[in-house]
């Protein structure tokens, strides 16, 4: 007999208000189900980026805050600090991570801070128009670069998982994508190793799941999938970049 799969309890009846082939939704399934699996439902703090996941808060069953665009891991640093024994993860998307909240990431996890976040990378502003990126591909069109990303004039993509496993400070940083089950399995382990780092006062961590945005990339979500799998992951590319020693 084949295993049933249901739906995580720590995952409320909403439907999600995100775009048909965005990966927001498998991703929020992934962090449900190692927040089930550790039995962590009732000390979990999730936090809420400015964004496409802004109303991500209505989807998970246990606490959440809402931060202000790109602030989330001092929000995370606060609660963490004061509630050492909750288990803290931010959720965000590139441009609050990359863009507005590059100081605060980078920050947070050179301190060390003890919190998980939850990195989407769909190398676009969703929420907001369609906008380029700190992560936009070169040659990328997007609402800001209609003839595509000019690298000589904005330089290039900023590949976030290696600039923070560059700091000395110890830490769990690692990239992975959901684009297919393939990708999934190994995004469920990143993930739940992500927390159970936490559980552990061990390290900060980040998993950055590289995702699909196809409204914004002017994509049907078939070709989306292609277009991460042959372009975004050939310089985004999964692994781990920093194992805490």
């Not at 809402?66 to 998307?93: C, S």
């Not at 979500?221 to 920093?242: I, R």
Request: with cysteine; glycine share 8%.
């Amino acid at each position: 007999m084949g295993k049933t799969f249901k739906k995580p309890e720590v995952l409320t009846d909403a439907h999600t208000h995100y775009c048909p082939g965005c990966t927001h939704g498998v991703i929020h399934r992934l962090v449900a189900e190692t927040i089930d699996e550790l039995g962590i439902r009732g000390r979990t703090v999730g936090i809420a980026p400015v964004g496409c996941a802004v109303l991500a808060y209505n989807y998970f069953d246990c606490d959440f805050q809402e931060a202000a665009h790109g602030r989330a891991p001092a929000m995370a640093t606060g609660i963490k600090r004061v509630r050492p024994d909750l288990m803290v993860f931010t959720y965000q998307g590139d441009g609050d991570l990359a863009s507005i909240g590059m100081g605060e990431i980078i920050h947070a996890a050179n301190r060390g801070e003890k919190f998980t976040t939850i990195f989407v990378n769909n190398a676009i502003y969703g929420m907001t128009g369609g906008q380029m990126a700190p992560t936009t591909m070169p040659d990328q069109r997007t609402s800001t670069s209609p003839f595509g990303r000019n690298v000589e004039d904005v330089g290039m993509p900023v590949k976030m998982a290696e600039l923070l496993a560059a700091l000395q400070t110890p830490a769990y940083i690692t990239r992975q994508t959901v684009i297919k089950p393939k990708y999934i399995n190994k995004a469920k382990k990143a993930i739940k190793q992500a927390f159970t780092y936490q559980m552990e006062n061990k390290c900060f961590s980040l998993v950055e799941v590289v995702s699909t945005c196809p409204t914004n990339w002017g994509m049907t979500p078939v070709e989306a999938v292609d277009w991460t799998e042959k372009t975004l992951l050939a310089y985004y590319q999964p692994g781990d970049y920093k194992v805490p020693a």
